[in-house]
């Protein structure tokens, strides 16, 4: 009873200090190579078309590498951008080394992104959501882990409109085993035309903290 802490209790602590340091470490070594595209800290690039992930959760980051990986998304039909980050799964670790890699990512933060769109109607948009988008995004685009619907609140404009087209056109959501991107490809149709598409991505833009 000489010591404040037990002798092993100090051993537990370093080994705890240096398993937190490790991991930090090891995400960070893992998202090396996607940083060319997606940015330091995940912002995203709009000259590269290469989104901003910082705002995802690991499970939704997930379940689009599995895709991309699988050919689910960016396969032939695919747009350019799909075509070249499904190329880009070979910068991926291993299956087991994945989670690591997506929790690293939705550790990153950075500042909003500016917008690079005008013209749409968040208060006209709003309405759509609701009535279309909120069930499975949320009210506040915040996403629902549940139902597989990712947080839309801080993605970037042009990247919300580029998927929506993408789905409408068919060439997200297309391969018969994507089964969440089908679900998405049937209420992206679901949007009457290119305003309608401005007004709703207004709305998830002004849901952004
Ligand atoms: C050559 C550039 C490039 C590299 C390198 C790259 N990506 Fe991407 N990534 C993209 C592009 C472009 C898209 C958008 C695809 C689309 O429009 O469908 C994307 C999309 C994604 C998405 C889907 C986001 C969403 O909201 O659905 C995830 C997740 C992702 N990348 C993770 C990664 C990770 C992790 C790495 C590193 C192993 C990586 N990327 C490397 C260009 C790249
Ligand atoms: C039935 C549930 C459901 C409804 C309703 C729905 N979504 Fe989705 N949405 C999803 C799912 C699930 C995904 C993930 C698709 C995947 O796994 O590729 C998704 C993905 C998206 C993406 C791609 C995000 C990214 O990071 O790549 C956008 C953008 C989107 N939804 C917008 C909308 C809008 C706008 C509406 C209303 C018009 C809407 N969604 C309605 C379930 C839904």
């Not at 499904?86 to 909003?112: K, Q, Y």
């Not at 929506?164 to 992206?188: K, P, S, V």
Request: glycine letters at 8%; hydrophobic letters at 45%.
């Amino acid at each position: 009873m000489h010591s404040l802490f037990p002798p092993l209790l100090g051993l537990f602590l370093a080994i705890m200090a240096f398993v937190a340091r490790a991991d930090e470490s090891d995400g960070a070594a893992l998202y090396a190579p996607c940083a060319a595209c997606h940015g330091a800290a995940a912002e995203g690039n709009v000259d590269l078309r290469a989104p901003r992930l910082n705002h995802l959760r690991p499970v939704y980051i997930l379940a689009q590498l599995d895709k991309f990986q699988r050919g689910l998304r960016g396969g032939n039909e695919a747009s350019v951008a799909a075509q070249q980050m499904a190329e880009s799964s070979d910068l991926l670790p291993t299956v087991a080394r994945l989670p690591e890699l997506a929790f690293h990512i939705s550790e990153l933060t950075s500042p909003a992104s500016s917008s690079t769109l005008q013209g749409g109607d968040p208060i006209a948009g709003g309405k759509s959501f609701m009535r279309l988008c909120g069930a499975c995004h949320g009210a506040n685009a915040m996403g629902n882990v549940a139902l597989n619907a990712p947080r839309l609140a801080g993605a970037d404009d042009w990247y919300l409109l580029a998927q929506l087209q993408a789905f409408r056109e068919g060439q997200r959501g297309r391969h018969r085993e994507d089964r969440t991107g089908r679900q998405m490809r049937n209420m992206a149709a679901m949007l009457s035309d290119e305003q309608a598409l401005q007004d709703v991505i207004a709305y998830i833009r002004s849901q952004q903290e």
